[in-house]
């Protein structure tokens, strides 16, 4: 990873910019927000231990919103082009469902758009899994701190992807 220091205001990206970088914040803290009509609306404060940007290095996206230093802020940054070769290093049950997650997110679709057009197999599996990560005690403790952040995210995005009837 690449460690970078940002001063506050300044900015990492703008909504609809093309991403290649997912961040772990070290220090400081960050805003995320969208602007409309032209006033910004925040979305999220990120801070110290968070990971904010990790769709730009999961899927094919442009940003889905803007992001900027609140203070004096310093990130590790991982390129999209490194995530396989930092994958390949986790224990494999780690890995493989890490990279499930990661398909399921890819389709990045409400539920109603695509009800009965995936496998419910798919969904149920997805259930399983973010029950187990949740619930029945797996630890979620990396030697990667910013996969990490990435895995909690994803489990966070499947599980709001997941139909009415699977969701706890």
């Known amino acids: ?9 300044e900015q990492f990206f703008i909504d609809g910019d093309r991403g290649a970088e997912a961040y772990l914040i070290k220090s400081g803290s960050v805003c995320l927000y969208k602007n409309k009509d032209g006033q910004e609306i925040e979305i999220a404060t ?4 968070n990971v904010f940007g990790e769709m730009a290095i999961i899927s094919d996206m442009n940003r889905m919103a803007s992001a900027r230093a609140i203070e004096d802020t310093v990130v590790s940054a991982l390129h999209r082009n490194k995530l396989q070769e930092r994958l390949d290093n986790l224990e494999n049950d780690k890995r493989l469902d890490m990279e499930y997650l990661i398909c399921f997110c890819q389709e990045f679709l409400p539920y109603s758009e695509h009800q009965g057009a995936r496998d419910s197999k798919c969904d149920e599996r997805t259930y399983d899994l973010i029950k187990a990560w949740q619930n029945d005690g797996k630890t ?5 701190k910013l996969l990490e952040g990435i895995f909690r995210t994803l489990i966070g995005y499947s599980a709001r992807r997941l139909p009415p009837h699977l969701k706890s």
């Open 46 to 49: 990120i801070s110290k231990g």
């Open 140 to 144: 979620m403790n990396f030697n990667d």
């Open 1 to 9: 990873m690449t460690e970078r220091s940002y001063k506050a205001g």
